[in-house]
């Protein structure tokens, strides 16, 4: 059984990626279990070189911090493959349609309004099937966001399979049962996400704890003025329970039932995501001035991925009559 999954570079780690996804990534892990930083996948918007190269190592520092093992799983930052995944990201690409690409979501989002569309924005989910199948994950474990793209690597897995031979394992995305999508707390119409810069709405992993504190005091509730967990009629309140239920492994009813206004749930979201991510901030911290060890864990993780990646890779250009 592999577990695989990965996250994007392009802005610093939030609470919604830690709790969505890295940190269930950390819980169980185990030596046939993968996890990496996507630097290519950064490249799909305006990107700037040395931040990218900073973004890269603090990500795969934070990967450690969370606890995730390299010694047992594999830990490696994608571009350190380029050299396999651009030639599978053909061989998918080949085998998915435009149309498929171009009713991604995400795409439409990310694109909709910009002058300048890079060509890998609308490609970028045939990469991430390229990470997902060039592996044989079995498992992925993602935020709700990623549902489509998971979609898409079944597809693209089914269809190579099905056409030329039997290669690849057909993947299952897995959600968490709380947190699976984390709202931006400035809007809780929308999910916290990565941006270039501070955004009142997004607790980063390496926010102080003042900071944490502050932009949950300031977190938009409703006008209804009770504590119960209702995400269609108070978005805002349920998404400070789902916060709190994450943190403290309860549900989010439960949740609700240990406070009695919006003061006191915001004194208890706060203290909750304070004591969460304290420890992995630290760690990231003593990480970040450790840069032999971060440069260790990567050739290393390189060298395991790339060696465990080739045999399926050979198998899919022979299939495909280019061997
Ligand atoms: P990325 O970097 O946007 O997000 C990393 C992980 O965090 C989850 N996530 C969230 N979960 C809950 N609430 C939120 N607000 C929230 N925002 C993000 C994401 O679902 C994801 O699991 N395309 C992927 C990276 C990728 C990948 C892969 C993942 C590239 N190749 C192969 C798995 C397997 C992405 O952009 O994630």
Request: net charge neutral; with cysteine; hydrophobic share 40%.
């Amino acid at each position: 059984m592999t577990l695989l999954s990965g996250i994007q570079p392009t802005g610093a780690i939030h609470l919604g990626n830690y709790l969505g996804a890295v940190r269930r990534w950390a819980t169980a892990h185990g030596r046939d279990d993968m996890f990496f930083v996507v630097d290519l996948h950064a490249m799909t918007v305006p990107h700037h070189p040395g931040r990218l190269r900073a973004r890269t190592r603090e990500q795969l520092a934070v990967l450690l911090a969370a606890g995730i093992d390299p010694d047992v799983a594999c830990v490696f930052v994608q571009s350190d493959l380029v050299d396999q995944l651009g030639a599978l990201t053909w061989l998918l690409e080949s085998t998915c349609t435009f149309g498929e690409a171009n009713r991604m979501t995400q795409f439409k989002e990310k694109s909709e309004g910009q002058a300048s569309v890079r060509l890998s924005l609308l490609t970028y989910p045939v990469l991430m099937a390229a990470d997902i199948l060039l592996h044989g994950a079995d498992e992925v474990p993602v935020g709700e966001d990623q549902t489509q793209h998971l979609e898409l690597a079944r597809t693209l897995a089914r269809r190579f399979n099905n056409t030329y031979g039997e290669v690849f394992t057909v993947p299952r995305g897995v959600l968490p049962q709380v947190a699976a999508r984390v709202r931006d707390l400035a809007d809780p119409t929308r999910k916290m996400a990565k941006s270039s810069g501070d955004s009142p709405g997004t607790i980063y992993l390496l926010d102080p704890p003042d900071t944490v504190r502050r932009k949950i005091q300031r977190a938009v509730t409703d006008t209804v003025g009770e504590v119960r967990y209702d995400p269609e009629r108070q978005p805002g309140v349920a998404n400070l329970l789902e916060i709190l239920a994450a943190c403290t492994g309860v549900s989010p009813y439960t949740a609700a039932g240990t406070v009695d206004s919006y003061a006191a749930l915001k004194a208890a979201v706060a203290d909750a995501v304070v004591e969460t991510l304290r420890p992995v901030r630290e760690r990231t911290v003593e990480l970040l001035d450790d840069p032999a060890e971060l440069d260790r864990v990567r050739r290393a993780g390189a060298e395991r991925a790339r060696r465990r990646a080739q045999p399926r890779l050979d198998a899919a250009l022979e299939v495909v009559g280019l061997r």
